[in-house]
């Protein structure tokens, strides 16, 4: 891809060699502004999109994993059960009544369907994967903490938020991932061209009547992978140790 980025639009499928034989970054420059957005918007709203899923995912999904793994209340297994059976299920399963509530809601084509849901906790993945890491830090901490007075809140903020570094960096990590990749979710609901993502952006680059721009598109693809590739390689030691810990805690 990054060699093809790199040559004439007419030599990527002439010479499919990994060394091109002229390089040039026009396919840089066309990509960047030869749509009717410039591809920066995308990054941008990527960018957007992601953060809130991931401070959605990391503050709903901490509270929802400390009621389940701290809380004592009727039913909790019952509704731990019934929150893990939602990892089974198809999005395609779900996605019409969502979209009839999120329209009905006068939601679609913003940003609030891809990012909204995520502050209630609906990604069962990550509660479970803070349930597990939760359930391994000792509990004499909570009792020392009740002794000084502090409350449920108080307790989750200052003592067990802290010590949830490794599965919070988890979840940011896969959330900004899985987020900023997606496709299929965004195509439902963004059709403002303003507002596509990187992944729309990309699509807007084919075009299944006419000529398609591939130079332009494998150019801005290499660009798109650079926001996940740094973080993914500077967070990655904190990843494994996050999914270390949660797989090996009971």
Not at 154 to 169: E, G, K, M, Q, T
Not at 172 to 182: K, Q
């Amino acid at each position: 891809m990054v060699s093809a980025s790199l040559r004439p639009e007419s030599e990527i499928f002439a010479d499919p060699g990994l060394v091109p034989g002229k390089l040039t970054l026009d396919n840089y420059v066309r990509g960047w502004t030869g749509t009717e957005i410039s591809f920066g918007t995308y990054l941008l709203n990527s960018i957007v999109v992601s953060v809130l899923v991931v401070i959605g995912n990391t503050l709903s999904c901490s509270l929802a994993a400390y009621a389940f793994a701290r809380l004592r209340f009727r039913f909790r297994g019952v509704a731990f059960a019934m929150m893990l059976a939602t990892l089974m299920l198809p999005p395609h399963v779900t996605l019409i009544p969502q979209y009839i509530v999120f329209n009905r809601l006068g939601w679609v084509n913003t940003f609030l369907p891809v990012a909204a849901p995520h502050f209630f906790a609906v990604s069962a993945f990550f509660v479970f994967l803070m349930v597990q890491f939760i359930r391994g830090i000792p509990a004499e901490l909570d009792e020392a903490a009740r002794i000084d007075g502090a409350n449920h809140l108080r307790l989750f903020w200052s003592v067990i938020f802290p010590l949830l570094r490794p599965a919070l960096v988890t979840t940011v990590i896969f959330s900004f991932i899985w987020t900023y990749n997606d496709f299929f979710t965004q195509l439902i609901y963004l059709n403002d061209a303003g507002l596509f993502t990187v992944p729309l952006g990309l699509r807007s680059f084919l075009d299944a009547t006419g000529e398609s721009a591939w130079g332009a598109m494998l150019a801005m693809s290499t660009l798109a992978l650079l926001p996940m590739l740094v973080v993914f390689v500077v967070f990655q030691r904190m990843i494994v140790q996050g999914i270390a810990t949660t797989g090996l805690r009971g």
